[in-house]
């Protein structure tokens, strides 16, 4: 059974938002644990702010919010993207192969990498707060 191509293309945007959302609450429960100790995993209880691990969770949970609500998404992506590329090279790559991270546990890295990668480029959609702002000022969302 095919898929009509016209409703592919009227629930594009909706696929976006869940795409959206979704990914932004997974990474900022990373950034939770990390800050508030929500979820609790006990290798952060001794966690310092001033630290990488910090500064980590500091982007996991503000970076995933503006992702959420969908506020400055492109450019919170772009640096969530990089975010996550270094994160990779520096606490999964030097594990093992670098082009096997199912072995080096670095495969979710990598795909929230590309899936911040790809809100660079597609932006929020129309439910954002990104979108409500260009509305207001007669614009298309950046």
């Not at 520096?90 to 072995?103: D, F, K, T």
Request: charged share 10%; proline share 5%.
């Amino acid at each position: 059974m095919a898929l009509d191509r016209a409703f592919l293309e009227r629930t594009r945007p909706a696929a976006l938002t869940i795409l959206r959302v979704v990914t932004a609450y997974l990474f900022m429960l990373h950034g939770s644990a990390k800050l508030f100790g929500m979820p609790h995993q006990s290798v952060f209880d001794n966690l310092q702010l001033m630290s990488i691990i910090g500064l980590a969770g500091i982007l996991e949970f503000f970076g995933g919010l503006l992702i959420l609500v969908g506020f400055f998404t492109r450019p919170a992506a772009f640096v969530l993207c990089g975010f996550m590329a270094v994160a990779y090279f520096m606490a999964h790559a030097s594990q093992g192969n670098p082009l096997l991270p199912l072995l080096n546990q670095g495969d979710l890295a990598v795909l929230f990498c590309f899936v911040f990668l790809y809100f660079v480029f597609a932006g929020a959609g129309p439910w954002s707060v990104d979108a409500l702002l260009a509305r207001r000022r007669g614009s298309r969302p950046a």
